[in-house]
């Protein structure tokens, strides 16, 4: 009998859980949810290209990781204003 008791308290408190969920978190336009895509894609981006800077010891190499990640900068601050 304890059993059952425990069963239907663990899926009221899923299904509160999951009501939760739903109502915190507000829709996005498409337009909207391409540009936080995009702007996480190119946070990726930043932090590849900052891991790659810190292990180069080539000159050309760091240079031109140097103007990707100024790039990728600019890029992220258009999208986000």
Request: aromatic share 2%; net charge neutral.
């Amino acid at each position: 009998m304890a059993r059952g008791w425990e069963s239907k308290s663990v899926e009221a408190q899923q299904e509160d859980a999951a009501g939760k969920s739903t109502l915190e978190k507000p829709r996005l336009t498409r337009e909207e949810a391409n540009r936080l895509r995009e702007t996480e894609s190119l946070r990726l981006s930043l932090k590849n290209v900052a891991d790659q800077l810190a292990r180069s010891q080539n000159s050309a190499h760091r240079d031109m990781l140097e103007h990707a990640k100024a790039d990728l900068q600019r890029r992220i601050e258009e999208l986000s204003g």
